[in-house]
């Protein structure tokens, strides 16, 4: 709020002038009220311009028109007193100065000031003060009137508001953590205590056996290696392929008939989440078996790990020991195949090699017999040889008898001997040509004969390359035969247990609450996405 200034106030006092000093002590007048003007701007700057905090300032009636009589005075237009007064200081005019108080009471025709002779300033009295603030017009309160008022100031109106608002904000605030604390309770709090009071007063105590065991392969007695040899890669199969085996439905089988898996299972001192019902299926109780008997291989030390699970401890070490003897079994099993069908291959290898060595022997012998020449090659050289001196002789003859006709009269005698030479090497290099051409076993030519000769040769030469290479796998899968490729060794026997290893109570209870928690909260984004959607 603005304080009015707490200053002396004055009378403007008239007369009419006389004398010529009129002038000059109205003149003198202005200048001292110009002087008010600045020293009271200096020490009162102007107030707030914002309409909200003017009408906080609870400005009286007699303040706001005068605002706007000084507003009217000064060319503005204000629709409201309040506005007057945000004008006026927008332009830099304080209605409540001294000196605009001053200019607009000299400057209306209804004020109260009375005509002196002196023509100055003085200072005014109390009691001409309370008559000039009761000429004006004005608002005075009602001094009878001792009851509290029922008018609220905007101020305190906004801030009554605001704290209702604050006071409905914390109910809603406080009635939705109740719900939502309720819902917590009933879908998440509840279901965990029942899981935790399952796990610590109800569920049987299960017992664990664990085990390790490992799959070795022979070093001895073997004639070929590999890149993996004598690491836990070289018998990476049959590892895994003695896991998969012993979580089959088929060692479940049998470890029923020789150990009375479902029996056991079925007993009435079993909990009845993890008891069998009498009389159950295979398939009831493979699933009994996967959650009871777990069998995990580490592939870098090439150890299988087994943990065998059931209600006595006695009745876990039987179970493990008799599922390590049936992988022992298929193990040994595995290899005696590997090793029987090794043999078998490399015999079948080597009859193929001793059927192929021998056709190609009699095919060499056929065509050397068919064509009667053991060395068509040197055959075919010696032919090639005097061809070749042949039409050495004929090119001569030809030079011979071209020189002879350059000649203006040629030696007619001799042209006919060179001409008759050059018939016979003629008829000598086609009799050379048609020998090499000529069939000699009836279909075939001489240079025929010797190509499929020579491809005899090469296969007989392969055929008696596979057939070694095969006597040697053959002496390979034999030794291989003789001794034990692959066994299992047990690296940790089982032992049974003193004390109970399931269920993890505190373990399991805090799954439970997690799980419950996390379904809850997928559950609640759900819907409130939905919700959003719905609504947008």
């Given at each position: ?160 508001e605001i704290v209702k608002i604050q006071r409905d904000l ?135 790990r087994m943990e065998v699970i059931a209600a006595d401890p ?109 018939r016979r090497l003629d008829a000598l290099l086609g009799d ?105």
């Amino acid at each position: 709020m603005t304080t009015k200034p707490k200053a002396r106030k004055y009378r403007i006092q008239r007369r009419a002038p006389s004398n010529g000093e009129a002038p000059e002590a109205q003149a003198a007048a202005e200048e001292a009220a110009a002087a008010d003007v600045a020293t009271d701007q200096a020490e009162n700057p102007l107030g707030p311009t914002d309409l909200e905090e003017i009408q906080q300032e609870g400005l009286t009636g007699r303040q706001l028109r005068m605002a706007r009589r000084l507003a009217q005075k000064h060319g503005l237009a204000p629709q409201t007193d309040i506005d007057a007064v945000r004008m006026l200081r927008l332009k830099g005019i304080d209605p409540f100065s001294r000196v605009n108080t001053l200019a607009l009471v000299m400057a209306g025709p209804e004020t109260s000031q009375e005509e002196t002779g002196t023509g100055v300033a003085v200072p005014q009295t109390d009691e001409d003060e309370t008559e000039a603030r009761v000429q004006l017009p004005q608002t005075m309160p009602d001094k009878r009137t001792t009851l509290p008022s029922t008018e609220v100031s905007p101020a305190e109106r906004r801030a009554r508001e605001i704290v209702k608002i604050q006071r409905d904000l914390a109910k809603r605030r406080r009635r939705r953590t109740a719900l939502l604390l309720t819902r917590l309770a009933f879908f998440v709090l509840l279901p965990t205590l029942l899981v935790g009071y399952y796990f610590y007063s109800i569920a049987t105590p299960m017992y664990s056996t664990k085990s390790e065991f490992l799959i070795l392969k022979s070093d001895g007695g073997g004639g070929g290696s590999s890149f993996f040899s004598g690491t836990q890669f070289a018998t990476n199969q049959d590892a895994i392929a003695v896991q998969s085996y012993l979580q089959s439905k088929d060692a479940m089988l049998r470890l029923d008939r020789d150990e009375g898996f479902k029996s056991h299972f079925s007993d009435e001192s079993i909990d009845p989440i993890q008891r069998l019902e009498e009389d159950p299926s295979n398939e009831q109780a493979y699933k009994v078996y996967k959650r009871n008997i777990e069998i995990g291989y580490d592939p870098t030390e090439g150890v299988i790990r087994m943990e065998v699970i059931a209600a006595d401890p006695v009745v876990s070490a039987r179970f493990s020991k008799a599922l390590i003897a049936y992988a022992e079994e298929r193990v040994d099993n595995l290899s005696l195949r590997k090793r029987s069908n090794a043999v078998e291959e490399a015999e079948k290898a080597v009859e193929s090699a001793q059927t192929e060595r021998r056709e190609a022997q009699e095919r060499l012998v056929r065509l050397q017999n068919e064509g009667q020449v053991l060395d068509p090659e040197g055959r075919i050289a010696a032919l090639r040889g005097q061809i070749n001196n042949v039409e050495v002789q004929l090119q001569e003859k030809r030079l011979e008898l071209q020189a002879l006709l350059d000649n203006a009269r040629p030696n007619r005698s001799r042209v006919d001997g060179v001409e008759s030479d050059i018939r016979r090497l003629d008829a000598l290099l086609g009799d050379l040509n048609a020998q090499m051409t000529q069939t000699v076993s009836g279909e075939n030519s001489l240079a025929e004969l010797a190509v499929q000769i020579q491809l005899a040769q090469a296969d007989l030469a392969a055929a008696n390359e596979v057939m070694q290479s095969a006597f040697v796998t053959l002496e390979t899968s034999r030794r291989d035969a003789n001794s034990q490729a692959r066994y299992l060794t047990t690296s940790v026997e089982p032992v049974a247990s003193e004390d109970p290893s399931y269920p993890r109570k505190f373990e399991n209870t805090a799954l439970a609450f997690l799980m419950f928690g996390g379904l809850y909260l997928m559950i609640a984004l759900t819907a409130s996405i939905l919700r959003e959607q719905i609504t947008a």
